[in-house]
């Protein structure tokens, strides 16, 4: 059974430093792996993806994402974080069947921002 | 260019009576899914469409639960004889190929 893991429930940062949230999965076969953002009472909004290929991607907002096989992780990054990025980060995996897939969300890491 | 709508936003019912939700998916989108998200977790997938046929249904999506794309476009999301247990934030997202489209989500709360 696939799982995906978030270690971090918070996460501060004080705005302008580097930012990492991590994120762990458990998937038989190459997964699609995702990072979504949520603001208070919104939806979920697509940061970047990954399906094959390279495997740093680049998303919007300035962030990224490296697939590391070896260590069934798909950790995001932004190097200088802007108060605007506070919200609540959830990564997902795609478990792929006949015709579509349904994504498995991990519990989310809820970033703070200070000054 | 619209994103996927939903509608109401917002729900506030009685237990054990039935509400019903709306999804509009992003036109071209042939594939459509809903999820459930109750406070501080991820969302939850419930079931799947692909143009008018319902593909997969979660083990969450009980027998009070029903959801039906009858034309392949919108869908709808309904919950028979709701119970507290409902409360939630129900989210619908559609993609074609590739990744998938979230709408804003209906806020249920059952009283």
């Known amino acids: 059974a696939q799982s995906v893991t978030q270690p971090d429930i918070h996460i501060t940062v004080s705005e302008g430093a580097s930012l990492e949230l991590r994120c762990n999965y458990s998937?038989?076969?190459?997964?699609?792996l995702f990072w979504y953002v949520q603001s208070p009472g919104q939806g979920l909004q697509l940061l970047l993806k990954?399906?094959?290929?390279?495997?740093l991607v680049q998303g919007i907002k300035g962030f990224e994402a490296e697939f590391k096989r070896s260590q069934s992780s798909f950790n995001l990054r932004k190097p200088s974080v802007h108060w605007s990025d506070a919200a609540e980060y959830f990564c997902?995996?795609?478990?792929?069947?006949?015709?579509?897939?349904?994504?498995?969300f991990g519990k989310g890491t809820s970033l703070l921002v200070t000054p | 260019d619209t994103g996927v709508s939903q509608d109401p936003r917002h729900k506030i019912t009685k237990r054990g009576q039935n509400v019903t939700f709306r999804c509009d998916p992003i036109?071209?989108?042939?594939?459509l899914y809903w999820y459930r998200q109750t406070l501080g977790q991820g969302p939850e997938f419930l079931t799947y469409?692909?143009?008018?046929?319902?593909?997969?249904k979660s083990r969450l999506l009980s027998d009070r639960f029903s959801a039906e794309r009858p034309k392949g476009s919108f869908s709808t999301l309904e919950i028979q004889r709701t119970e507290q247990g409902d409360s939630a934030m129900y989210l619908c997202?559609?993609?074609?190929?590739?990744?998938?489209?979230f709408g804003p989500g209906t806020r249920l709360t059952v009283t």
């Open positions: 469409f692909q143009n008018e046929a319902q593909l997969e």
């Open positions: 036109s071209e989108h042939n594939r």
């Open positions: 998937y038989g076969a190459t997964p699609y």
């Open positions: 990954y399906f094959s290929g390279d495997t």
């Open positions: 997202a559609s993609s074609f190929v590739g990744e998938q489209y």
């Open positions: 997902a995996v795609g478990a792929v069947s006949n015709s579509g897939y349904a994504l498995n």
